[in-house]
């Protein structure tokens, strides 16, 4: 079951339809309702290695549907400290719950201050509206 | 419907091998094969019947019309195919002698001839087996040059928003880097934005004209100047060439390199993907670097010439899809300077029916087109929560092939349509009538639009599905073996 | 309409002039100058096309029947060429089918449910390549046995992120070619391993393949011997290679899968099994595959799944790979493909079933040992083989070939147009369309042209 459509209000956001929850050195990533509805269910995760360098506004993954294929983008930058093994086996887990067992990966932050650049759910919500 | 493995019973067969009364060496034990592979075993009458049964699960242009946008799906002439099983051109081995392959080489030069004057360009080389090939080759010609020139610094490609897929895909195999250009509201390339990304690192354009849009470029005559001002040269995809033979000339237009598509424009038939074949033209300054072989005329006799000391290489066995050279040549000496009213009776039926049509869905582009053109069932979505989609499976209920959907990318919710020249106006009409009920139906009954198609040997089929657990190949009884993809 | 030049041909257009008046009016214009009006006057063509007069059918066929009869097919010719196209027998059953509208003059399957046959055809000739390989996933065709080299090379590029390409110098020379054509654009290089008295040393093949992303071999090679292929697969695995094998469908009966000595791939040309020689295409090209290469794979390829009502369907699918879709990230630009050929190839496999290609291969092996036995001249090289023998020629083999023409014989293929120092060797192909009289007939010749 798709979930409905909704943006946390603890989360921090990328234009390209991103989402960070940063926890102190750490955060995890993912990405929002807006992004797995317009891809449609998803039937392919491709991972970034552990121990890899992810670029703020780079992209570090790809996501797929049948008919759609698309780069995930980096909100932050940070080292890969973990993948979600359950959306690589399961990728459908992000339609279902993208905010939490649908999550992509966990960093450890290069620089915590990148965060401050990030949207509030009232910018990103502000944002989806215009497209 | 079984597969033809599920029809398979131990010892029965179809076809016999000669056997001669002769020992048989013993291959190697270390190269000799441990286990027969498991190709089924049936008889010639079900062998035949399974075929016939999966012929009639399939809809060709023999069947109905399939205005499959981008994909020209004309009638195709069985004359050619009788030519093409002539057994001087059937039997013939590629690595004949050039003194007993006269009669294939003459023909491959007149059919050189013939596209020369349809391009507008000097030379062509027929070995590319399919367009996208072409266009590989084309990019690889363009290196060629830049090489030659002392400019390899030239890595850029451009191309429009509208581009086929193919195009961008071909230049990251020859490695350039992709530039794109939007369009303009009238379907024109947006000649501010051209300028401002063509400088001295552009290598060329690739452009189809007409467009994907289904629109001549108005603008083309600039563009050629952009691209040749600054030393860049123009690569011109010939997947909407049936809309322009005889009327307008790609070399005419400023284009450098030209590919064609003989199984869309010349006839070859689509074959349920394929073979197709895809000559490439080019101006006298890129001859040079052709692929290797070429067909060269020596008074009264041909031959391949191998001798090119410059050219880009190889890009396929042998000197092409000959059989494919057959259909299209006859196809050519059938319709002779005629050609002409081919493609204008292509845009006229386009045409028509835009004209049709355009107030029961959407013309994002509205213009008179070429030889297809575009819709869009973004207020049926809207509206009714209709999309391309059902629209395309409903039609397949009238015994229609639908169009081509969500493509080009630029358009929502797009229906490409392309009729070509061959449908009698009792066809155009159906789809119209069919067209315009579907768009009725949006509005009373979108729930049937939604279960449709109903009349086909399948419903909707499970994509998700098949892409998620990949099953690629039969499982025979082998299933649990883990490390192999099909095993259920 | 132009009103110049001969009439479009009967049966070709569809249009009354009553049609067209009517369309005309619909669509609002005058005539049909007008809807070309859109076309900028400076690129305009106003002059009729250059091009031969058009034939009626009869006359047309009369023609093209002229042309074919310049050509010495072999069936006029008692022809001995192979050298990665052969005349093998195809079944009848092919010309039945690839002649049926509904599959001819189809295109690519994009809509399902219209394409069912396509699809379980496809499937069908997927799941045929698989079980003669040994491999887990094989596309539904390339272009030919020179292209999917190529392809095979930028999956390797993708897989190792290494860029050198190593291909046995017995792998065929078109191959070799088109290989090197593309290489650039991938951003690899290519080495040669030369050959060692006709095969191709392993150690050698080893060594070259250290640090190496792909390493290509051929089964039976372009000189018609048995390559110690396993040892040559593991040679280049050692080394972090992918070893490819390309090989003949027809030898697949009785030559070992290359799934089941190591390789990664296995590609080669398709013709010997369905298509006829036809002066070198259309043909198609196969490329199969590990399953851990499925996301890398280029062209179409169909997978099974179930209906709206649960009944099993088939679909292209991971079209995410392909360039309509990932575009210039795609795994190949391919979008044509040789479906209808590879049909040919699927039709023979059922025609023959597996007890029907083993015996297609112990006659073309008992054959070519029949040969070794009557044709006088010496062997090339002393190695096993399966359809095709090298022989060593007094004169340049292409001398032979030329004298021996005379005769109505075409001894076999002059290994010296590719290699250098081979100019003495003749390969002779022999198929189970020769029989012990022609090889008879063929070595009287070679007596009279090499004495």
Redesign the interface.
């Known amino acids: 079951m798709a979930a409905s459509e909704s943006y946390p209000d603890d989360l921090r956001y990328h234009p390209e339809h991103d989402w960070a929850r940063v926890e102190g050195e750490e955060a995890v990533l993912g990405i929002t309702w807006y992004a797995q509805d317009a891809l449609g ?1 998803l ?2 995760y491709e991972a970034p290695e552990v121990g890899s360098t992810l670029r703020k506004d780079g992209a570090y993954a790809e996501v ?6 698309s780069d995930v983008i980096a909100p932050l930058s940070g080292e890969v400290l973990e993948v979600n093994q359950k959306v690589v086996d399961e ?1 459908e887990t992000v339609n279902e719950d993208p905010y939490g067992g649908g999550w992509l990966v966990r960093i450890r932050l290069a620089d915590a201050g990148e965060a401050d650049g990030l949207l509030d759910v009232a910018a990103y919500k502000a944002h989806i509206a215009e497209q | 419907m079984d597969l033809i493995y599920e029809k398979s019973r131990p010892g029965r067969r179809a076809g016999r091998v000669p056997t001669y009364d002769l020992p048989v060496p013993e291959i190697p034990p270390e190269f000799a094969r441990a286990n027969p592979p498991r190709l089924p075993e049936v008889p010639e009458n079900e062998v035949v019947r399974h075929f016939t049964a999966l012929a009639d699960r399939n809809f060709g242009i023999d069947t109905g019309f399939y205005p499959l946008g981008s994909c020209t799906m004309k009638h195709n002439p069985r004359v050619n195919e009788r030519a093409a099983a002539l057994p001087g051109f059937r039997d013939l081995h590629p690595l004949q002698e050039d003194e007993g392959a006269q009669g294939a080489l003459a023909l491959m030069w007149e059919l050189e001839q013939i596209l020369i004057e349809v391009a507008g360009l000097p030379a062509v080389t027929l070995q590319p087996a399919a367009g996208s090939q072409g266009e590989l080759t084309g990019l690889m010609l363009m290196r060629a040059a830049f090489a030659d020139r002392g400019e390899p610094g030239r890595n850029v490609i451009v191309t429009p928003d509208t581009a086929h897929g193919t195009n961008p895909a071909s230049v990251t195999m020859t490695g350039f880097e992709l530039a794109k250009v939007a369009t303009t509201d009238r379907g024109n390339l947006d000649l501010d934005d051209l300028r401002a990304k063509v400088d001295d690192r552009t290598a060329g354009l690739m452009l189809t004209n007409p467009s994907t849009l289904g629109l001549f470029d108005e603008g083309i005559e600039e563009v050629a100047q952009i691209f040749h001002d600054r030393g860049a040269l123009l690569y011109y995809d010939g997947a909407n060439l049936n809309a322009v033979v005889g009327r307008s000339r790609p070399g005419d237009m400023g284009f450098d390199i030209v590919h064609y598509n003989l199984h869309k424009t010349f006839s070859q038939p689509h074959g349920g993907g394929g073979p197709g074949g895809g000559p490439v033209a080019v101006t006298q300054e890129l001859e040079p670097f052709l692929p290797s072989p070429t067909v060269v005329r020596d008074g009264d006799a041909f031959r391949l010439e191998h001798d090119r000391p410059r050219s880009i290489g190889r890009v396929r066995g042998f000197a092409g899809p000959f059989g494919v050279f057959v259909r299209s040549y006859a196809f050519m000496r059938a319709y002779g300077p005629a050609l002409k009213d081919m493609s204008e009776t292509a845009v006229l039926n386009a045409n028509y029916l835009l004209a049709q049509l355009k107030d029961a869905y959407e013309l994002p582009y509205d213009r008179l087109c070429m030889h297809e053109f575009v819709l869009s069932a973004r207020a049926l979505k809207r509206e009714h929560g209709i999309t391309a989609l059902d629209v395309a499976k409903r039609l397949m209920d009238h015994g229609i092939h639908p169009p081509t959907i969500y493509f080009p990318l630029v358009v929502q919710e797009a229906l490409m349509i392309e009729p070509t020249e061959t449908e009698t106006k009792e066809r155009l009409d159906e789809f119209v009538a069919a067209m315009r009920s579907i768009a009725e139906e949006a509005a009373t009954d979108p729930e049937t639009l939604k279960q449709a198609p109903l009349t086909r040997p399948v419903r909707r089929l499970d994509e998700v599905k098949a892409a998620k657990q990949p099953v690629v190949r039969y499982a025979f009884d082998d299933a649990g073996s883990p490390d192999r993809i099909g095993a259920r | 309409m132009s009103g110049q030049g001969s009439p479009a041909p009967a049966g070709y257009l569809s249009l009354t002039d009553a049609d067209r008046e009517a369309m005309l009016e619909a669509i609002g214009v005058e005539s049909v100058d007008a809807l070309f009006e859109q076309i900028p006057d400076g690129v305009r063509f106003d002059r009729p096309l250059a091009v031969p007069e058009a034939l009626p059918e009869a006359v047309l066929v009369r023609h093209l029947e002229e042309l074919a009869g310049r050509n010495a097919d072999t069936g006029r010719e008692l022809s001995f060429l192979g050298m990665g196209i052969y005349d093998h027998y195809v079944p009848a059953i092919v010309d039945t089918f690839l002649s049926r509208g509904e599959l001819l003059t189809a295109y690519t399957p994009y809509q399902p449910e219209m394409s069912q046959g396509v699809l379980q055809a496809i499937f069908e000739y997927q799941t045929a390549i698989c079980e003669l390989t040994g491999m887990d996933v094989s596309n539904a065709s390339g272009y030919d046995g020179t292209t999917v080299a190529a392809d095979a090379c930028f999956i390797a590029r993708a897989h190792t992120g290494r860029s050198r390409i190593v291909l046995a110098e017995t792998l065929h020379p078109m191959a070799r070619q088109v290989v090197k054509t593309y290489a650039p654009g991938f951003g690899m290089d290519v080495v040669e391993v030369p050959h060692d008295g006709g095969t191709t040393d392993p150690e050698r093949f080893g060594e070259a393949a250290r640090d190496a992303a792909i390493a290509i071999f051929q089964q039976p090679n372009a000189f018609g011997c048995l390559e110690p292929a396993p040892d040559l697969a593991a040679a280049a695995a050692e080394g972090g290679a992918l070893p490819v094998a390309h090989v003949d469908l027809a030898s697949l009966g009785l030559l070992e899968a290359p799934g089941n000595y190591g390789c990664a791939m296995a590609i080669g040309e398709g013709q010997s099994i369905g298509n006829y020689q036809s002066y070198g295409g259309p043909h198609y090209g196969f490329l199969a595959a590990r399953s851990e290469f499925i996301r890398r794979m280029p062209g179409r390829i169909v997978g099974e799944t179930t209906d709206l009502e649960g009944k099993r369907g088939f679909v292209l699918t991971l079209q995410t790979r392909e360039q309509h879709i990932r575009r210039e990230k795609a795994t190949s630009n391919m979008t044509t493909n040789q479906t209808l050929l590879a049909l040919g190839g699927l039709i023979t496999f059922c025609w023959l079933g597996p007890e029907g290609l083993r015996e297609l291969g112990e006659t073309c092996t008992a054959l070519a040992g029949y040969a070794k036995g009557r044709v006088p001249l010496p062997l090339a090289f002393e190695r096993p083989t399966f359809k095709e023998v090298a022989f060593r020629t007094p004169v340049d083999a292409r001398e032979i070939v030329r004298r021996a023409r005379e005769h109505g014989v075409h001894p076999g293929y002059p290994l010296g147009r590719d290699y250098e120092g081979l100019d003495d060797v003749l390969l002779v192909a022999l198929t189970e369309k020769r029989t012990p009289s022609d090889i008879d007939r063929l070595a009287e010749v070679l007596a009279e042209v090499t004495a």
């Open positions: 269910e039937v392919h797929e549907s049948v008919k759609a294929v990728p």
